[in-house]
């Protein structure tokens, strides 16, 4: 499952490259100590919030992240799209850790604003090539059997501002058009067993109640297997931009499939070829072509710590920390490169790794303060390599907006500042 | 706090705290035997036997939902209108984000011209150079537009609008042009033959079973691009137009 740990005194001899630099880090360590030569009044000197009494319970009912987090935040990047109601922001990955993103933190995508619905007023029709036209409210799916499934969910134009070179500094910007949460929900295949789906049907076509009606259409072969109709994610209701009431939970596939606010099914013989996946979501080939139902989300890390909004701060001991996953199923291992991909080692992975969810990874290194080029490459459960970005170039051209999986580099210099950049 | 607490509360507490102390307790008892097999994942609810779960849907029900628009036809609402008429529709609905012209105001989509544009490094996907079917304009507009006043516009109005997009797109040079639900599926757009359904398993099976090299893998690395020469990043001084 996971791929072995490189001993720290291996990666420590080669991420140091000689007792010069070595030797160099200690020194830093030893002017650390003789400023603690001076008691710190933060111990010696009894603080506020250890003398006087705290807030009270009820204070927070919900609870929100400390005061201190506020700058943990989706953000988006305004000159991107027309209007904040047809728009995108981008989870803060480099403040996260292990593999479920906050609710409050995944990022959203809306075509026409969030819909404000009331869950009694919610209906989910399913008609077309069926024995039966039906409508359920959510009470009649809240009484259906549920499952609990942990997946990312990455929006197809994730990295698309790359294509043509290094332009966003921080993978919040670059890679933060994917979280990754539990959700429950029903699977669509026992819905679909309600209605009775006639043998003629092939596609199933997803329709959103928000002002945009969000429309993609599905083969019926991933209806039938994985697609779930999620009520909740990571243990409570949805959130109202991730489709309250009601979303689709497409495992491993674009973003843009998982209909949220979704209220209505019609299975068909054919796909509708809809706005979503003829003008968008198709992926424009150099040679003026274009491939369309592009669904699997191919394999793809990133390193979110060092990253540009989050430097590297101290010589000596860090920590590097990435996330990896597949669309094609599990992570099988990751590898990392400080020196620009001169060298490379497997990546320590920990935590569940799971079908078609975010996989965490780590390598604890130690920094001297030189140069570092670091990338991260992940190979998934099918053998799949994620590519160079040049690799992807070769075989897409620029003009693709879509599914850029390729690797990333970041540059950290002397001080510890980190930069988007690219390498050849 | 205040300092008067009610000892029957404290009580309460110390209660609380022995139940939590209670499994550590039982863990250094030996193990009884299981009774139950050991937790597996159960498959997937079978969904075998249906569950009697929802109601009927009717007919005026399937009708007012039902908005959706195939290459075949299938879904298109009876109704006509002219590019003339089109035309007015749009300047009064339309314009303000997509320009007069369907040129673009800003951020707002263009939907006209870009045709032969699509191999250079700057392509305009419009209707007339990309969309590779008449019924995605219809689809789409029936159900997301006017951006903020959704599914306003009638059948007639809808055939309008369109008749009015495949003029600005050259596809009709008539303004008398009349599209209908009985013409619309003759109507071909020029870029339709360039879509083909994905193939990376294909013409990318090069990424799959690769053996990546670990060590002395290149002799030099210079770095070629950096994101901080266009400084688009957010908080940062400038936001340039980028497409």
């Not at chain 1, 070595?22 to 030893?30: C, L, M, N, Q, T």
């Not at chain 2, 498959?43 to 779960?53: F, R, V, Y």
Request: glycine fraction near 8%.
């Amino acid at each position: 499952m996971t791929s072995p740990a490189k001993p720290d005194a291996l990666s420590r001899r080669r991420f140091l490259g000689g007792a010069a630099l070595a030797g160099a880090g200690f020194a830093g360590a030893g002017s650390a100590r003789a400023e603690m030569a001076k008691p710190d009044p933060l111990i010696t000197e009894v603080q506020d919030w250890s003398r006087y009494l705290g807030e009270g319970v009820d204070k927070r009912p919900y609870g929100t992240p400390s005061r201190f987090e506020k700058n943990v935040m989706r953000r988006d990047v305004s000159w991107l799209t027309a209007s904040p109601e047809s728009s995108v922001n981008f989870t803060p990955l480099h403040e996260l850790d292990g593999i479920i993103t906050p609710s409050g933190l995944c990022f959203e995508r809306h075509h026409g604003g969030i819909a404000d619905i009331e869950p009694a007023n919610h209906r989910l029709m399913i008609h077309g090539l069926v024995d039966k036209p039906l409508v359920f409210t959510m009470e009649d799916i809240k009484r259906m059997p549920r499952q609990n499934r942990i997946h990312f969910l990455e929006c197809a134009a994730n990295s698309g501002m790359e294509w043509r070179g290094a332009q966003l500094n921080g993978c919040q910007f670059t890679h933060g058009m994917v979280h990754n949460v539990m959700y429950t929900g029903v699977p669509l295949k026992v819905l679909l067993a309600e209605v009775g789906v006639k043998p003629s049907a092939k596609w199933l076509m997803l329709e959103g109640a928000d002002s945009s009606g969000m429309n993609r259409s599905l083969p019926i072969e991933k209806a039938l297997d994985d697609v779930l109709i999620a009520f909740a994610m990571n243990g409570e209701a949805l959130r109202p931009e991730q489709g309250y009431p009601l979303r689709a939970v497409i495992p491993g596939w674009e973003g843009n499939l998982w209909v949220k606010w979704l209220r209505r099914i019609e299975v068909g013989d054919q796909p509708w070829q809809a706005r979503e996946e003829t003008s968008k979501y198709t992926d424009l080939l150099a040679d003026g072509r274009s491939r369309r139902f592009t669904f699997f989300m191919d394999a793809k890390s990133v390193v979110t710590n060092p990253s540009p909004q989050a430097p590297l701060k101290q010589k000596g001991r860090n920590v590097l920390s990435g996330l990896a996953w597949s669309g094609r199923g599990t992570i099988k291992r990751v590898d990392v490169t400080l020196d620009g991909g001169k060298n490379w080692q497997h990546a320590r992975i920990d935590g569940p790794v799971l079908d078609k969810s975010l996989t965490r990874f780590y390598v604890d290194f130690d920094w001297a303060g030189q140069d570092l080029l670091i990338q991260s490459r992940a190979m998934d459960s099918t053998g799949y390599l994620q590519p160079t970005k040049d690799e992807l170039r070769k075989v897409r051209g620029t003009n693709s907006i879509y599914h850029n999986n390729g690797i990333q580099t970041w540059h950290v210099k002397a001080n510890g500042e980190t930069e988007n950049v690219e390498i050849g | 706090m205040s300092r008067s607490v009610n000892p029957a509360l404290l009580a309460g507490l110390a209660a609380i705290a022995v139940l939590a102390a209670a499994p550590l307790i039982a863990q250094t008892k030996p193990a009884a035997k299981p009774t139950h097999p050991p937790a597996k994942a159960a498959p997937a609810p079978a969904p075998a036997a249906k569950l009697g779960l929802g109601r009927e849907a009717l007919p005026e029900e399937i009708k007012a939902w039902d908005i959706a628009v195939r290459p075949d036809g299938k879904g298109l609402p009876p109704g006509k209108g002219t590019v003339k008429q089109g035309d007015e529709i749009f300047q009064a609905q339309c314009a303000s984000c997509h320009g007069e012209f369907g040129q673009g105001n800003g951020r707002w989509p263009v939907l006209a011209g870009g045709i032969g544009s699509l191999k250079s490094d700057r392509p305009e996907k419009t209707i007339g150079s990309f969309w590779p079917d008449l019924s995605t304009v219809f689809d789409y507009v029936r159900r997301a537009m006017p951006y903020g006043n959704a599914q306003s516009l009638s059948p007639d109005e809808l055939y309008a609008v369109t008749a009015y997009l495949l003029y600005l797109n050259d596809i009709v040079k008539d303004e008398d042009f009349e599209l209908s639900d009985k013409n619309f599926t003759s109507v071909k757009l020029p870029n339709a033959a360039a879509f083909y359904d994905d193939d990376r398993e294909t013409t990318e099976k090069a990424f799959w079973g690769k053996e990546p090299c670990m060590t002395n893998c290149k002799p030099e690395v210079k770095i070629t691009g950096r994101a901080v020469i266009l400084d688009v990043t957010p908080d940062s001084k400038t936001a340039p137009k980028v497409d």
